[in-house]
């Protein structure tokens, strides 16, 4: 169980186009979802949290016109990279937990992540 | 929120068990401690949880002493396949504004 798929796993783009990411809980009912991103050989670093039907709360320093998230029901999310550049190339990560869950309400299941290249 | 401190890396052997130790000095009364593992372009994947004493599952024990002020992470018998990146993390959802803050992690290289 608590199964989160994360689509596509690599995207390359051009410069100027916007990418779309997906986030699904398949198992379980996500009442809240992160965005991470990493870069190479370093830790993640959260970008947003979103819970299901109400706005993403973002992390001090990243622009929410930029990176869209809409966290539309309780087993998707999705992350729209807006105008990309190559300085957003990166390794995006999401993450679901599933409040409900008693014991497990701490817990988050990962996505496999996306390697998003901007050319 | 609760900052973890965490050895930046370890060498181990196959076959040896190895123990990773997280200090989280200013732990809150309600949060709890939980370990991922992260392999290279894979995202973190749950490993163990607990909030005192000890825990164990399948694949590690959890000992927490009793102020909690920091945690260890045992995996008994490491293979190469456990050669990855473990992060240590505290919180609680319940506590108003949760959420999960990444140390820099443990790099735990196995060597045959």
């Known amino acids: 169980g608590a199964v989160v798929s994360q689509h596509p796993s690599r995207v390359i783009c051009k410069s100027g186009t916007s990418v779309k990411i997906e986030c699904r809980s398949l198992d379980f009912q996500a009442t809240t979802m992160f965005w991470y991103r990493q870069f190479p050989k370093q830790s993640l670093m959260l970008m947003a949290t979103?819970?299901?039907?109400?706005?993403?709360?973002?992390e001090q320093g990243v622009e929410k016109d930029k990176f869209l998230i809409n966290h539309a029901s309780l087993t998707l999310s999705t992350l729209t990279v807006t105008s990309a550049h190559p300085e957003d190339s990166s390794f995006y990560i999401c993450?679901?937990?599933?409040?409900?869950?008693?014991?497990?309400?701490?817990?988050?299941?990962f996505g496999a992540g996306t390697r998003l290249s901007v050319l | 929120l609760a900052k973890t401190t965490q050895p930046i890396s370890m060498d181990s052997y196959e076959g040896q068990e190895v123990n990773i130790t997280c200090s989280h000095n200013n732990i809150a009364t309600n949060d709890y401690i939980t370990w991922y593992q992260q392999f290279p372009s894979q995202g973190p994947r749950f490993i163990i949880q607990g909030y005192k004493t000890k825990v164990t599952n399948e694949v590690a024990s959890l000992f927490i002493p009793a102020d909690r002020k920091s945690s260890t992470l045992s995996l008994p018998r490491v293979s190469l396949s456990d050669t990855a990146v473990y992060y240590c993390?505290?919180?609680?959802?319940?506590?108003?504004?949760?959420?999960?803050?990444f140390g820099a992690g443990t790099r735990l290289f196995v060597k045959a």
């Open positions: 993390l505290v919180g609680d959802i319940d506590t108003g504004g949760f959420k999960t803050i």
């Open positions: 993450s679901a937990r599933d409040g409900t869950s008693g014991k497990q309400k701490n817990i988050q299941y």
């Open positions: 979103s819970n299901e039907g109400s706005k993403a709360t973002y």
